[in-house]
């Protein structure tokens, strides 16, 4: 394996990183405090391809893999991490829309999204549906050439905002085999939304819950066929959690980047934090699972882009560790900075609060630990 970035990945990785200095870090603080989502700059996002980034070239993305993708989003997110995750939920919108749509839809939003023009929002979890998301209940009953929808989703990023979603449904019986997906307009009639959700983090994209009464949707919306949703949003989901792990590295990193400027600046007992042992051996330790995490994100990366039968795990083995290692490494951060870690004027405090919501989507971390116990013990499993 060759763990260097090769000279596409090193520009790509540039080019995040000047967009995140420039368009996401010096307006972040300002974007959580007073809830605002920056549609302005995710559309100069868009112009840059962050929004197609493994959207089909043919249909207007980059068509890159899903590794090159994870070093694109580390960057970002150390310019604003909530915003930055947005942008890899709308990626997995874009991607779904482009991949599984027939003619039509493609025609009507393909372009759009992977520019960036048009947002996308992703719809799967229901009151009832979390982590359990094959029990869900939103129904799509096909009458002539519509399907009618019916349902409520909640902890939809970017509702009320954006203007597509990809919703999964029921067509048939129960369970996995019964869902479908479908691109729908955000403002069709029938569809309405929720009060936004005051969040410990996350707060400069709108989470709110969605509700649908008889909307009406073109049976040519249909993503694949029916019954296929579910394998789609697992599909997705494999790809998301590489996605919201990165974010996770990523905060972490810039984390790690301001304590250690801090250490160097800050002095007690008339001498610099960083000539202390013990905050020594601490900074040291946060660097070291920091690249224990990264690596382990850019290995399930590189295994889902190769097709390799235990993606999935690696997937999630990813996400587990990344999203727990990271969220510990901003905590320990944060303790290094002392009082002023703890105030908005530093970072230090968003870091973590936007960090702590990867431990929980994208499937929680027990049910990444399920999906990897699975594997395990599977009777005649190999080694990973």
Known sequence: MDFELNEDQIAFADMARAFAQNELEPHAGEWDLEAIFPVDVLRKAGELGFCGLYTPEEVGGLGLSRLDASIIFEQLSMGCTSTTAYITIHNMVSWMVSSFGGPAVIEQWGEGLASGQLLGSYCLTEPNAGSDAASLKTTARLEGDHYVLNGSKIFISGAGSTDVLVVMARTGGEGASGISA??????????????????????????????????????????????????????????????????????????????????????????????????????????????????????????????????????AMAKRFATDVCYNICDEALQLYGGNGYIKEYPMERYLRDTRVHRILEGTNEVMRLIISRRVLAEGAAEL
């Open 182 to 315: 479908f691109a729908i307009d955000a403002k069709s009639e029938g569809i309405s939304y929720g009060r936004k959700e005051d969040k410990m983090g996350w707060n400069c994209q709108p989470t709110r819950m969605i509700t649908f009464e008889d909307v009406r949707v073109p049976a040519a919306n249909l993503l694949a066929q029916e019954g296929e949703g579910f394998k789609i949003a697992m599909k997705g989901l494999d790809g998301g959690r590489i996605n919201i792990a990165t974010c996770s590295v990523g905060t972490a990193q810039q984390a790690l980047n301001k304590a250690r400027e801090y250490m160097l600046e800050r002095k007690q007992f008339g001498k610099r934090l960083a000539d202390f042992q013990a905050l020594q051996f601490r900074l040291a330790d946060m660097q070291t699972e920091l690249v224990a995490a990264r690596q382990m994100v850019r290995l399930a990366a590189s295994k889902l882009d190769n097709g390799h039968p235990d993606a999935t795990t690696y997937c």
